[in-house]
């Protein structure tokens, strides 16, 4: 799962070379025939990006859309992309101008302009698109003044229209308008557009849209078109200096391991296990890389439903889950247990202080704090949970309700283990630390289809495990657990509702002044955590692999190698 930035855009990353500004030299023609093979294990979703939330779909996207701006993710620092210089605020009225470069074209050949921006801002809005919404839901109008100028009105100062929402993408207006028009004209416009299937995307990125066999592959090709090529960011002349992405999807991490092993591919676009990197390591043509994750995996409830509406429940199961288990055994140490929302990379924002449950007790010791929990808030059992002298516990049944209604067996979704064996183990230890206390749960291996599905679409779950890759603004925090955000599609599927959190946390989007909104981020984190509408569980070691004998260049940092930067200024070897 990936918000919008689920998942990281692609162009926003490359941006971070850019504080210095850009000059201007000839286009670069790129290699003739050369084409880079990404691995993927799922293929996209959807190329709707107004809908698009899983990773493998913007993966793919994120190479056909731009922003005016973007952040450097080293050092956050706005920096412009298809605007032209800063954002140029009016602190007295709350507007905002906003300057475009000029001789922008899409890659059909139609120019960009503020319409276009204009366009997409007023779709956000008007559709109240649930995973732009929350960024623009602050923002009263927004209008093109000229071809190269756009105007934004505020309702009030808010810190995430900087870094958030002058970083949405941007679509053509000749493009989209009949599709918007059509869904305008429909009972249901928000569904008519979310499920309008894209056949050939037409965006400005350093790719175009070329080809989509499913179950296979999907192709790009080189943009002629694209504005930033030949430009020179901080000494590096940007690409790209290849004509083709070939995007081969592979089921499991063992099909595409064997894949990059023969040279079919060039890359693997998904963190590799750690039973596979010995293998790897023997390879004389592969290079592995290692990078913090700037992202999660976390275990989730259903709060429509009981037990999981209880507090009380959900920090018994808190308690119940050893994480430095996951951490030496199933991880075996490629990643942190994690006790936040914000992955621990993400320095400035993450707090370290958050409740640590069950953190260096025994299974003994955990199970003893978990009956604890459940025995005060007025849970019973046919047979109680028992802890002998020497720590050996006697297994618990039939654990009832507060009214006395046994509680009925549920399911855990997790993704299967030839799709993520790491998740897919979590599923299965964590019923059996359920059980301990007699809690029935059950780990339900599911396909990531329809997991996504029952669970941002029909709510038609109990638990489940998923993951996200996040953006570098703490804003997520407030998207994943606002209330406004309990929609179809929405960010909230378990139905958190807190209206102190919803205060805090608009509170903390609103706030400008960076290390006052910091004191805001941290004590969200916190409320999180101790509310426990989800249980993180860790953040991996980013473990990536690529053949250092196809392509060079490529730049690790914050979540690996698969960014922005790589993709724009890796070169063939030969």
């Keep these: 799962m990936k918000k919008r930035l689920l998942v990281l855009l692609i162009l926003p990353c490359i941006l971070g070379l850019a504080e210095t500004g850009f000059s201007a030299t000839t286009k670069q023609a790129g290699l003739p025939g050369i084409c880079l093979k990404i691995g993927m294990q799922d ?21 056909l859309y731009n922003s005016l701006y973007a952040h450097n993710p080293q050092t956050f620092e706005i920096i412009p992309w298809l605007a032209e210089g800063k954002p140029e605020y009016n602190h007295k009225n709350n507007t905002c101008i906003v300057h475009l470069k ?29 995973r732009y919404y929350s960024d623009w839901d602050f923002i009263t109008k927004v209008e093109a003044v000229d071809k190269y100028t756009v105007k934004f009105w ?64 999907v192709r790009l090709v080189k943009n002629p078109l694209y504005f930033a090529t030949g430009m020179t960011i901080k000494g590096k002349k940007v690409g790209p200096y290849f004509n083709e992405i070939l995007f081969k999807i592979y089921g499991t991490t063992d099909a595409a391991i ?43 409830f259903n709060l429509r439903r009981e037990p999981f509406k209880d507090i009380n429940f959900r920090q018994a199961v808190a308690y119940l889950i050893d994480k430095e288990y996951i951490q030496k055994r199933v991880l075996q140490n490629y990643g942190l247990p994690n006790d936040s929302i914000v992955p621990p990379g993400n320095k400035f924002w993450f707090n370290p202080n958050t409740p640590k ?41 039939g654990l009832k309700m507060k009214d006395g209604k046994p509680i009925k067996p549920f399911k855990i979704l997790t993704p299967p283990a030839d799709y993520d064996p790491l998740r897919a183990m979590c599923g299965v230890l964590i019923q059996e630390w ?48 606002h209330s406004k955000e309990i929609v179809k599609d929405g960010s909230n599927p378990m139905a958190y509702i807190n209206p102190e959190f919803d205060r805090l946390a608009d509170a903390s989007a609103r706030e400008m002044v960076e290390e006052k909104r910091r004191e805001l981020v941290l004590e969200l984190q916190e409320f999180i955590i101790k509310e426990a509408p989800w249980v993180p569980l860790y953040t991996l070691s980013q473990i990536e692999a690529y053949r250092h004998d196809r392509f060079t260049g490529w730049v690790n940092q914050l979540d690996g190698i698969g960014n922005g930067w790589s993709f724009m200024f890796i070169k063939p070897v030969r």
């Design 154 to 217: 505020l309702k009030e100062p808010y810190a995430i229209f900087f870094t958030r929402t002058l970083m949405s993408l941007i679509v053509p207006e000749h493009i989209w308008k009949p599709i918007i028009n059509q869904a305008k004209t429909t009972k249901d416009p928000l569904n008519s557009l979310l499920t309008y299937e894209i056949s050939k995307p037409v965006g400005m990125g350093p790719f175009k849209f070329e080809e989509w066999k499913k179950g296979s592959y």
């Design 102 to 130: 000029k001789d922008i074209k899409w890659e059909d050949g139609q120019p960009f302009s503020a319409d276009d921006v204009a366009f997409s801002a007023n779709v956000f809005m008007e559709f109240k698109v649930p």
């Design 43 to 63: 293929e996209p979703k959807q190329l709707n990006p107004f809908k698009a939330s899983d990773v493998w779909s913007w993966n793919v996207i994120g190479f």
């Design 258 to 300: 064997l894949a990059l092993k023969k040279g079919d591919i060039d890359y693997i676009w998904w963190p590799i296990q750690p039973g596979f990197i010995q293998e790897l390591s023997r390879d004389k043509n592969i290079t592995l890389t290692n990078s913090p994750e700037n992202g999660l995996k976390y275990l989730a």
């Design 357 to 397: 449950y069950g953190r260096n007790l025994s299974q003994a010791g955990r199970v003893k704090k978990a009956v604890e929990i459940l025995k005060k808030a007025g849970y019973s059992w046919e047979k109680e949970p028992k802890i002998d002298a020497k720590g050996k516990i006697t297994k618990g049944e």
């Design 434 to 481: 359920l059980q301990q206390v007699g809690i029935p749960a059950m780990a339900n291996p599911t396909s990531f289809g329809d997991i996504i599905n029952k669970v941002m679409v029909e709510w038609d779950f109990d638990m489940f495990i998923l993951g996200y890759r996040l953006s570098l603004d703490p804003d997520f925090i407030r998207n994943f657990f």
